[in-house]
């Protein structure tokens, strides 16, 4: 499928064409990277892309431990290809029994940098999460003081509320009040997609930020039944109306220092997705680089995307942005269709398309 409909060139942009640019290696502060077979399959694809990522931890157990979280990180750093040095930033899965303990230990022992916050419910493994926010409130009490970041996915749970209102409604009922109550916490809108959520990110200023997907800078919800079902593009948060995609690619061009990269790269086998109950999730974690950069260049923004790309996250999060730096290309380029696990395979986000940006040179 081409989603060339969806992108806006305008002949502004086609004026003032630069043919290659070079930034600081990028981060990728939202990835699922799983485990197992998957992991190695899907890992090469992230980590020739950002040089750090912080990796969610829906597994299966949740990661819930320091110990959990400790083993994992050996097991991705084991499936970097050879010379390789992608960086791993672990978290910590939230559950009502998360212990404000726990929390700080894996904190000051450097295994994780942040912790996840999954409605119960909400999404992809998020069965284990936190059924209502009072229950873990000595854990903000803590992440608070030890000023350890908050990521959140915004998704109000009840089955009855429309899906495409899941967020706004959830910034009303969840975030607005968690906000309130705990005025020092630093906290991540994960995969912001409604305007109503980039604008309570920017009301916040410095402690809170926003990441935003490549995917839902280029389809709306109309992308998910263009000619028929197209269960590979369906993730959570949903995309939205074309109004809010609109929102995202403004927000994510601004320059504004509080949205960053989080490609929210979520691989599921086909047989999972194309099923009568197929899962959430989209493997972007091949293309998300190539699509930001067609999005910047879109809206005149490439002076601006080693800010969003490179700077704003680790500025957030109090890292040291990366020394060395990534060349991005205007050539005409596809990323494969799909890739093998096992004996099924899991399809690229834009996999087969001819792409306008594709990535060159790196320098460590
Ligand atoms: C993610 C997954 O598959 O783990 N799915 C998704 O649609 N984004 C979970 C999540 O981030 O919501
Ligand atoms: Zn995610």
Redo the contacts with the bound molecule.
Sequence with gaps: MTLDSLFDASAESKKRKVDSIRIRRPDDW?V?LRDGAMLRAILPFTAAQFARGII?P?LVPPVTTAAAAAAYRSRILAARPVGNDFEPLMTCYLTDTTSPDEIQKGHSEGVWVAAKYYPAG?????HHGVTSISRIRPVLERMERIGMPLLI?GEATDPAVDIFDREALFLEQTLLPLLRDHQELKAVV??VTPQEAVDVVRAHGSRIAGTITPHHLVINRTSLFQGGLRPHL????VAKREHHRLALRRAATSGDPCFFIGT?T?P?LSKAKEAACG????FVGATALQTYAQVFDEEIALDRLEAFASLNGARFYGLPANTGTIELKRRAAAAPLAVRVDSDEVMVFRGGESMPWSLGEVRP
Excluded: I, Q, R, S
């Excluded at 369906?234 to 948060?237: E, G, H, K, N, R």
């Excluded at 899962?279 to 989209?282: H, I, N, Y």
């Design positions: 939202h699922h969610m829906n909400a999404t992809t493994n998020a996915h994960e995969h369906y993730c959570l948060p929210d979520a599921h899962c959430a999730g989209v």
